[in-house]
């Protein structure tokens, strides 16, 4: 079994709060981890049972009745019904860990949840493998006042990684072909989630959508652009985003503002939060193609964003970045904002980094706020000063 990095953070929340809620895309993990966990009397029930999915969508307080806790209630979107419920059950006992659910939507997006369970629920997102997950490494976050040097990753490597994506399933079972497993993932998708969410009109139009968005990772999000490619509306563009967003299969970057700042973007940016699934979308049938293509800087840029939001929410903590774009076009790719201080990054597919790629950085010195370290990440060797404030960060610095 691959070890997880989000384990210890669910044994704290689960010794802290009442009930422990692990969300995430389907197949990441969350069960197979969860099952691994958790003590023998703890009683397990799955609303993928359409048996139970009824009784609990039309009696839940029976439902909790006959299923006591500690109660592992998995795929618990389907039945919304449960929450105050649930709610009533744990308020009656002093007793942290009564409930462990999980769903494949995100909590404070489900309609009612949060409002039910607020202060008695501990919440954490889990994604498919990252890099250090896959290469059995310690886990760590990139902490931009720490900048530390890392074992070296060769560039084959990453967008080896990016290719296959962190789908557990790909990597415990050998045998697996990866386009038949993504295809699978797909309908599978768009049977359960998409038609527990919402009525799409034309599965095949949102098949198009879903391809046309994947090809877009790391791109500014134009809902437009989006509905022109699959004739639809933009109306329906927006909803079908949300409807990704929901699900965690996409995570949108927002962009950095503040009044100091003049004729800014406000669309946030795509990012895929499983890089080989956006590869199999986009139609990438292997990695020296993608490598190679001039599609690679805004799959890699999507690569690292998501592995330091994986990264973070194995840790239980939340990454307070953004992205930088004005109407000049001029952009920073990220940003952490962190102790009042804002910290720029490149990210550039490249090992020969020029000083001339930070030169947006001084877009921020409109802002009030200090402007600590940043730098050029990216297949350089080394960590490395750049200039008396900014570096060169190796792409192992990051994920690793």
């Given at each position: 079994m691959?070890e997880?990095?989000?384990?210890?953070?669910?044994?704290?929340?689960?010794?802290?709060?009442?009930?422990?809620?692990?969300?995430?895309p389907?197949?990441?993990?969350?069960?197979?981890?969860?099952?691994?966990?958790?003590?023998?009397?703890?009683?397990?029930?799955?609303?993928?049972?359409?048996?139970?999915?009824e009784?609990?969508?039309?009696?839940?307080?029976?439902?909790?009745?006959?299923?006591?806790?500690?109660?592992?209630?998995?795929?618990?979107?389907?039945?919304?019904?449960?929450?105050?419920?649930?709610?009533?059950?744990?308020?009656?006992?002093?007793?942290?860990?009564?409930?462990?659910?999980?769903?494949?939507?995100?909590?404070?997006?489900?309609?009612?949840?949060?409002?039910?369970?607020?202060?008695?629920?501990?919440?954490?997102?889990?994604?498919s493998?990252?890099?250090?997950?896959?290469?059995?490494?310690?886990?760590?976050?990139?902490?931009?006042?720490?900048?530390?040097?890392?074992e070296?990753?060769?560039?084959?490597?990453?967008?080896?990684?990016?290719?296959?994506?962190g789908?557990?399933?790909?990597?415990?079972?050998?045998?697996?072909?990866?386009?038949?497993?993504?295809?699978?993932?797909?309908?599978?998708?768009?049977?359960?989630?998409?038609k527990?969410?919402?009525?799409?009109?034309?599965e095949?139009?949102?098949?198009?959508?879903?391809?046309?968005?994947?090809s877009?990772?790391?791109?500014?999000?134009?809902?437009?652009?989006?509905?022109?490619?699959?004739?639809?509306s933009?109306?329906?563009?927006?909803?079908?985003?949300?409807?990704?967003?929901?699900?965690?299969?996409?995570?949108?970057?927002?962009?950095?503002?503040?009044?100091?700042?003049?004729?800014?973007?406000?669309?946030?940016?795509?990012?895929?939060m499983?890089?080989?699934?956006?590869?199999?979308?986009?139609?990438?049938?292997?990695?020296?193609?993608?490598?190679?293509?001039?599609?690679?800087?805004h799959?890699?840029?999507?690569?690292?964003?998501?592995?330091?939001?994986?990264?973070?929410?194995a840790?239980?903590?939340?990454?307070?970045?953004?992205?930088y774009?004005?109407?000049?076009?001029?952009?920073?790719?990220?940003?952490?904002?962190?102790?009042?201080?804002?910290?720029?990054?490149?990210?550039k597919?490249?090992?020969a980094?020029?000083?001339?790629?930070?030169?947006?950085?001084?877009?921020?010195?409109?802002?009030?706020?200090?402007?600590?370290?940043?730098?050029?990440?990216?297949?350089?060797?080394?960590?490395?000063?750049?200039?008396?404030?900014n570096?060169?960060?190796?792409?192992?610095?990051?994920?690793?």
């Open positions: 691959y997880r990095n989000a384990k210890n953070i669910i044994q704290n929340i689960n010794n802290t709060f009442k009930i422990l809620f692990v969300s995430g389907r197949q990441v993990g969350k069960t197979t981890l969860l099952m691994h966990l958790k003590e023998k009397k703890m009683n397990y029930v799955t609303l993928d049972d359409q048996t139970l999915r009784q609990a969508q039309k009696d839940p307080k029976l439902f909790l009745e006959q299923h006591q806790p500690p109660l592992f209630i998995d795929e618990v979107q389907y039945a919304k019904e449960l929450f105050p419920y649930i709610k009533m059950e744990v308020d009656k006992h002093e007793i942290n860990g009564q409930y462990w659910l999980t769903g494949s939507q995100q909590f404070h997006l489900m309609k009612n949840a949060s409002e039910s369970l607020a202060g008695r629920i501990g919440i954490i997102p889990l994604n493998f990252s890099y250090s997950e896959i290469k059995r490494k310690k886990p760590s976050i990139f902490n931009p006042e720490e900048l530390q040097q890392k070296q990753i060769n560039v084959n490597d990453i967008f080896e990684t990016i290719f296959k994506g789908m557990p399933r790909i990597y415990t079972e050998k045998e697996l072909s990866r386009d038949a497993y993504f295809s699978g993932y797909v309908d599978t998708y768009l049977e359960r989630d998409i527990d969410l919402t009525q799409v009109g034309n095949y139009s949102f098949r198009q959508f879903l391809v046309s968005i994947a877009r990772t790391g791109e500014q999000l134009n809902y437009s652009a989006l509905a022109n490619d699959c004739n639809i933009t109306p329906t563009a927006k909803k079908w985003v949300s409807i990704l967003v929901t699900t965690g299969l996409v995570y949108l970057l927002q962009p950095y503002s503040s009044s100091e700042l003049k004729r800014i973007t406000h669309m946030p940016k795509i990012i895929f499983d890089t080989g699934l956006a590869c199999y979308l986009a139609g990438w049938t292997n990695k020296e193609a993608l490598q190679n293509s001039s599609n690679a800087g799959f890699l840029e999507s690569f690292i964003i998501s592995e330091i939001i994986k990264n973070y929410n840790m239980g903590k939340r990454p307070n970045i953004y992205y774009r004005d109407k000049e076009k001029k952009e920073i790719d990220l940003i952490f904002y962190q102790n009042n201080k804002l910290y720029p990054f490149e990210i597919k490249t090992a980094p020029k000083k001339d790629m930070i030169k947006n950085f001084k877009k921020l010195e409109n802002t009030k706020l200090e402007i600590g370290p940043g730098g050029i990440i990216c297949f350089y060797d080394t960590l490395l000063k750049l200039d008396e404030k570096y060169i960060v190796p792409i192992s610095s990051v994920i690793c």
